[in-house]
């Protein structure tokens, strides 16, 4: 079954401080992965993908297959980066959806 | 706005009563996706068309939950005999080659009372 997990519900960190949202999957076979950001009364949209390897408003995000994790990173927190955070996935094979976590809420505080 | 559009936006419903919701995908993509959002939870996956075809349904769609596209355009979703456990956002979203490509609409929430 496809799964994913992101285990802070809430997450707060100081502008200028480096921020890591979680994500852990489960999947058998060869995922991709990405992040999506939902900002105050936007629409939910695309940060990245992991077969881009961008670096995209600063954040980046490494797929570790070994320990299943697709963590979001960025040195230095700004405060417009508090927004809602979703890991999801989607199966390589082509089915047409995608798995998405529970959300971690980034507050950067000034 | 040129985005993916949905309408209404918020719905309050008697429970028991048919709801139904509009989705109009920006004009060229011809993938169509909804997906159900509960509070402090993701998106669910509900069901896929790619042009008019519905190609996949969640297990989430019981049979109160009908999804249409016709000619490949506008989308609607009915629920019908709502019950409060479908009070929920229900959003939709478009393509043109992917689900990671989509480019997601606001949303219409729902409320069963």
């Known amino acids: 079954a496809q799964r994913v997990t992101q285990p802070e519900k809430l997450l707060s960190v100081f502008k200028g401080a480096p921020v890591e949202l979680k994500c852990n999957y489960s999947?058998?076979?060869?995922?991709?992965l990405f992040w999506y950001v939902q900002y105050s009364r936007q629409r939910l949209q695309l940060l990245l993908r992991?077969?881009s390897r961008e670096s995209i408003k600063g954040f980046t995000a490494d797929l570790n297959k070994g320990e299943t994790s697709f963590h979001l990173k960025k040195p230095f927190a700004q405060e417009e980066d508090s927004a809602m955070y979703y890991c999801?996935?989607?199966?390589?094979?082509?089915?047409?959806?995608?798995?998405f976590g529970q959300g971690t809420r980034l507050t950067i505080n000034p | 706005d040129t985005g993916v559009s949905q309408d209404p936006r918020h719905k309050i419903t008697k429970r028991g009563q048919n709801v139904t919701f509009r989705c109009d995908p920006i004009?060229?993509?011809?993938?169509l996706y909804w997906y159900r959002q509960t509070l402090g939870q993701g998106p669910e996956f509900l069901t896929y068309?790619?042009?008019?075809?519905?190609?996949?349904k969640s297990r989430l769609l019981s049979d109160r939950f009908s999804a249409e596209r016709p000619k490949g355009s506008f989308s609607t979703l009915e629920i019908q005999r709502t019950e409060q456990g479908d009070s929920a956002m229900y959003l939709c979203?478009?393509?043109?080659?992917?689900?990671?490509?989509?480019?997601f609409g606001q949303g219409t929430r729902l409320t069963v009372v």
């Open positions: 004009s060229e993509h011809n993938r």
């Open positions: 979203a478009s393509s043109f080659s992917g689900p990671f490509e989509a480019f």
């Open positions: 999947y058998s076979g060869s995922p991709e």
């Open positions: 068309f790619q042009n008019e075809a519905q190609l996949e």
């Open positions: 992991h077969i």
């Open positions: 999801a996935l989607s199966s390589i094979q082509g089915a047409q959806k995608l798995v």
